[in-house]
């Protein structure tokens, strides 16, 4: 499924089969869960996008074919993330924040992704897939799951964590969190009562709107809605010393607010793509924690309906297009 221009449906296309080149593995796509990020991709809210692109970064698949000089052989299964490839030789990169480096590329928008039945990626970004999920469960992990354990662990060791934007992440997030001993508070759009029982099954204490006040002062709280006027909403629901993380690529515009909902050290912090080194640590808690994703599987060929979906949000927990070879 190719963009070939922005604001535009993507294009059901043949196109060659990608050969990998020295470092490189051909995966044989079995799954690639929709994204926000897609989204925003799609709707021309991220600029310069590579075009034509197929895109999709939440890609599961099994190794095809290599180049040479990997550590993977054919028949093994993979995950293909957002960062597909960084320099390595920047400050960021050398400082183990390669997911600030400004020569990236990125899976999916950049590089081509996974709505297709093959892609080509940079071996060294590819990650093991621990046993325990199935493709389709799996495909979430590698964003939604990768960015909100990055935002997750930016808050620190609060007890108290509130999620606006109860989706992909947030349910994958919960789990984890619960996990842990932590207490997740969920705030959904005003009247979303299926959401918010959505997040009480995924483990949320408590779940409301987003203009509500929650049963206590929070230590922290994640915004994975692309909605800036809920950052003052999470500053003034936090305590003293408090952080509020902005998980997303694109946010609408922060609305000015007064230096009291700031003071007594509270933050405001945004969390930029995802390392390497997270989804090595991340897809292994995943499975000690018992994740368990909540999907909806759509054919390759849906891939517009599927965005729509999301873009509409008739569904709480994760699309994903499963590829049928």
Known sequence: MVLREARRPLVLSNVGVPEPGSGEVLLRVSACAVCRTDLHVVDGELAGPKLPLIPGHEIVGVVEATGGGTPFTAGERLGLPWL???????????????????????????????????????????????????????????CAGLIGFRSYRRTADAATIGIYGFGA???????VARYEGRRIFAFTRAGDGKGQEFARRMGASWAGNSDDRPPEPMDAAIIFAPVGALVPKALLAV?????????GIHMSDIPSFPYSSLWHERSVCSVANLTRRDGEEFLPLARRAGVKTETKAWRLEDANAALEALRKGVFNGANVLVVRQ
Not at 95 to 106: I, M, P, Q, Y
Not at 122 to 139: K, N, Q, V, W
Request: hydrophobic share 30%; aromatic share 10%; with cysteine.
């Open 84 to 142: 597909g490839w960084t320099c390595g030789e920047c400050a960021h990169c050398r400082s183990g924040r390669e997911n600030l480096c400004e020569k990236a590329r990125f899976t999916g928008y950049t590089l081509d992704g996974g709505y297709a039945e093959f892609v080509r990626a940079d071996a060294r970004y590819c990650l093991r897939i621990p046993d325990g999920f199935t493709d389709e469960e799996a495909a979430p992990l590698l």
């Open 169 to 175: 992440a947030a349910h994958i997030v919960s789990q």
């Open 239 to 247: 305590r003293r010393g408090g952080c509020v993380v902005c998980g």
